[in-house]
């Protein structure tokens, strides 16, 4: 009798059921870390933006704050973070305190808020929000206020 190479179906079964079982254990740990370095990356941006605020609001005291087009078209912001969407979050900016244009007879913006939320919850959970202060505070699943605790 002559003995056939090559594996058995039930041979083949087990090894795709042990590739299941670790594709189940990896995916939703691939899944959270991709989450933590969207927030991470949402914090840093939130940093970049309020330095790049004071920078605008120095160089131009007759508009004060700006928003992102602003940053973008004074060439301070790079155009994927001026167009507000970056690492799985969308990203705002509204001053706040002036005129909404910027004019030689305008009133210069005073204040901004910066918000960045998650374009949906699987590429982030937390949503930011700073003003002048630079204290970037976050809330888990609903839009960020004033109020709420600081990253730490």
Do not use: W
């Amino acid at each position: 009798m002559r003995k056939e190479k090559g594996f058995s179906l039930i041979e083949l079964l087990i090894v795709i059921a042990i590739i299941l079982v670790i594709a189940a254990i990896a995916i939703p740990n691939l899944i959270r870390s991709r989450i933590a370095a969207n927030e991470a990356s949402a914090v840093q941006h939130i940093r970049t933006l309020n330095t790049l605020e004071t920078t605008f609001a120095s160089a131009n005291p007759q508009c004060g704050y700006t928003d992102l087009a602003g940053l973008g078209a004074a060439g301070l912001a790079d155009s994927v973070l001026a167009n507000g969407t970056k690492s799985g979050y969308n990203y705002t900016i509204t001053p706040t305190g002036g005129t909404p244009t910027c004019t030689s007879s305008s009133t210069p913006n005073t204040s901004h808020t910066i918000v960045a939320n998650p374009i949906d919850p699987s590429t982030g959970t937390r949503y930011f929000m700073s003003d002048p202060s630079g204290v970037i505070r976050f809330r888990v699943g609903a839009l960020a206020q004033a109020t709420d605790p600081p990253i730490s």
